[in-house]
Structures are given as structure tokens and as C-alpha cells.
């Protein structure tokens, strides 16, 4: 199972909006609404910032959304803030009932 | 609420095998996957497996089949992973992680266990 396709890197200006794509298969992301996407601070665990697509954890602000539209998942932060300066990783539930997680983002703020 | 504590680094020469394990007291309930998951250095992460609630099934990503044992024990809430045939390429650090119920997310993490593998 080939890793999810996401962009190395995404910067933007605080209280800008981005938006992190993630890409995978018909086998994957296609399959079911089940995606989620963790956000990792260097040293740290992964936190999970969004489930079922557009899903928030409690807890997790709402500058946080997620989305699907066919093969590809994308996570909107909008406002960005310094504390969003972090690694984002997306992941999926498959057909064979085994996760793929993406290559990860790593998110900048200017 | 389940906090998962894991066992402490580890190094390893090519071709031993280790054993980390995950503490995650009252994870039966309500019932709980456990995920496990590693991340090498500077990398993603990768799924490795998973261990359902009543510990009598897991699920592994074929490419740890043969070489991981996902197992439990339940006098001690403790979860443990397996990984035999040790290569540089499994130096990573490993988390184990909480899926409550059927939710499809993984809402609880260890704070991983750096596995070296080096001659």
C-alpha cells in the first residue's frame, strides 16, 4: 500500500488560509468517508485535528475544516496562527481494512 | 481515560528482535483497537497493525507480515509488539495508538519508543 500523496510543504502569512491536499486511491480515500488527519510539533505525538472527513475532535478549534471530493482529502486552516507551524499528516481507512497514512505536510508560517 | 505508556528506547543489532510495549490501563472499556505505528527518522508515518479489543485478532500491512506479533495481556492492560529480523531500516520511533470502538480515528497516543537498529 503506497503512502497517501501530499505536498512536502505549505507556508502562508498569519491569518491567511491553507489548504493541505491529500491524495490517494478509489481503494483508499474513495472508498469510505473515513480520514482523518493528525497534526505532529517536533518531538511530539501526533494529535488528531480532524475524523470522518470533516470532523472535530472536541477540543480542536474550528479554523480547522476537512473535506473530500473523490480520490482527494484536503484540511483547511483557516487564520493561520503561529502554534499551526506543524507537521500534518493525513490517513485513511481501506478497502481491505488496513490505514495508509500520507507523506505528510509540513505547514510554515511566514 | 486510557493513557498509553510506553517501554523505553531500545538498540538492537541487525537481525535481533525487540519487544515494546504499551501500558494502557482500562482499554477494554469501553473497547479499544490498538494501533501501532512508526515513524522513521525525519519520515511519515506508517500503519503497522492493529489489535482488536478481546486480543484474539490482528490485522497487520503486509509488509510486517511474518516478521510483527501484535499480543496482549490482560492482568496487566498491556499491549506488545514483536518485530523480529531487525534491519537499519527499522529504526524508528514507534507509537502505540487508540482507536475507541469502530471510530476510524486514532484520538490516544503513546509517547513512542525510539527503537535503534545498529551494529
Known amino acids: 500500500q503506497s503512502a497517501l500523496t501530499q505536498p512536502a510543504s505549505v507556508s502562508g502569512s498569519p491569518g491567511q488560509p491553507i489548504t493541505i491536499s491529500c491524495t490517494g486511491t478509489?481503494?483508499?480515500?474513495?472508498?469510505?468517508?473515513?480520514v482523518s488527519w493528525y497534526q505532529q510539533h517536533p518531538g511530539k505525538a501526533p494529535k488528531v485535528i480532524m475524523y470522518?472527513?470533516?470532523n472535530r475532535p472536541s477540543g480542536v478549534s474550528d479554523r480547522f475544516s476537512g473535506s473530500k471530493s473523490g480520490n482527494t482529502a484536503s484540511l483547511t486552516i483557516s487564520g493561520l496562527q503561529g502554534d499551526d507551524e506543524a507537521d500534518y499528516f493525513c490517513a485513511s481507512h481501506t478497502a481491505i481494512s488496513t490505514y495508509v497514512f500520507g507523506s505528510g505536510t509540513r505547514v510554515i508560517v511566514l | 481515560q486510557v493513557q498509553l505508556e510506553q517501554s523505553g528506547a531500545e538498540v538492537k543489532q541487525p537481525g535481533a528482535s525487540v519487544r515494546v510495549s504499551c501500558k494502557a490501563p482500562g482499554y477494554n472499556f469501553p473497547p479499544s483497537h490498538i494501533h501501532w505505528v512508526r515513524q522513521a527518522p525525519g519520515r511519515g508515518l506508517e500503519w503497522m497493525g492493529v489489535i482488536k479489543p478481546n486480543g484474539d485478532f490482528t490485522r497487520l500491512a503486509q509488509k510486517f507480515q511474518g516478521r510483527v506479533s501484535m499480543t496482549r495481556d490482560t492482568s496487566t492492560d498491556t499491549l506488545y509488539l514483536d518485530l523480529r529480523s531487525l534491519n537499519s531500516e527499522d529504526t524508528a520511533i514507534y507509537y502505540c495508538a487508540r482507536e475507541l470502538g469502530e471510530t476510524k480515528k486514532f484520538d490516544q497516543w503513546g509517547q513512542g519508543t525510539l527503537v535503534t537498529v545498529s551494529s
Open positions: 478509489s481503494s483508499d480515500i474513495g472508498f469510505y468517508n473515513y
Open positions: 470522518n472527513v470533516n
